[in-house]
């Protein structure tokens, strides 16, 4: 793989850039407008039914608590001042090629169909920060984060172990995990034994229906959550994107919450101490767990990361002490598209090879020439990690 692997062509990383220039200016003009309304969201929905409304109305009732729901038509969604207003528009059901390109350009705009957009969890979270009166600090959430780094460098461990959610996790329970330092993700948090045992230094998470959004198995989450930052000293970190809801929901922990701005780099070699911003990649152990192990150490060691085995479903499997199966069903109804286009029937390896493949391990090859040196602490079925396990 090349740079152009993993960062795109020139010409699509052109596309792109002008594509944000084009959002920031219509966002410039929608700030000389003032301040939108959110206590009324209008919907652009041709043909909906009833079902579908009352599925969007408990949708926003969760991200937009008191907000109502109003439907419009097409002419007043494409008016000719609607592009520079700042008023939210959700947008569900068909659409002509001139509301694709209000979604592509216009702030504010809202894809929330969960039949066609495998991102319509992200959608809603980024309608909540859009209606966020009290924007994530990151100037203290970076302070934070860097004082509790330094204290921990100060004892001055010789790695850090990451942990993962599969079937081995299970066994992490029979180790002695205090040598090092230790960074946990998830849903972990439902085992209080195992989460005391542990005794992490931090918790991460990163996906916007598993762990922030409005079902049964995000609010389970988030309770389990509460309940173990409420009993130990670890710090969660998760992308700024999702504050607004994080803030709501763990109201009472500020102290131990570091939400982290988005950047653009494929790199997890980073010190988030120093540069707070985290990689453009994949899932939870790209996104967040390497970056902040690298941060730690540069030994990093991983243990639960068992993959996608050959008879496992949807992305891999999970241990299910330290997961929500009785939930998932629900999860699975709420969106359908987000399963059925990272996992289609056809290739249900489309995810991991997307999130821990070629990328993931070139990305893990540059950060070993640069002194890191990364380690399974047991066999998984990723190729990426299983060729760093050393038995």
Known sequence: MTFFDLYGSPSGMARKAALRLARRACGVLQRRRGAARFDQIDLLAPGIDQDELHKLQERLAFYLPGAQMHPVGEDKALHDGWVTSPEPLLVFG???PAVQRLLAIRPGTFDVDYNTNPMDGWAWSALAAYADRQPPDTADA???LARRIADLRQMGLPHVTLFGTGPSLEK???RQWGDGYRVV???ICRDAELWRHIDPDFIVAGDAIYHFGFTAFARAFRADLRARLAESQALFVYPAQFHAIVRRELAGLEQQLVPVPSGWR????IDLACDFRLPSLGNVLGLLLLPLGCTLSHDVRLWGFDGRAPDDKLFWSNSAKHSYPEHMP????AHPRFFE???PAADPNRYVRAVQGDQLDLVLRLAERRGWRFRMLHPSWTETLNKRYEG
Not at 266 to 269: A, G, L, T
Not at 330 to 333: C, F, G, H, I, R
Request: hydrophobic share 40%.
């Open 185 to 187: 993700c998830n849903t």
């Open 266 to 269: 494929k790199r997890v070699d």
């Open 142 to 144: 970076h302070a934070r």
């Open 94 to 96: 068909a659409r002509t």
């Open 341 to 343: 286009h990272h996992v």
């Open 172 to 174: 992490a329970g029979a």
């Open 330 to 333: 629900s999860l699975l109804a």
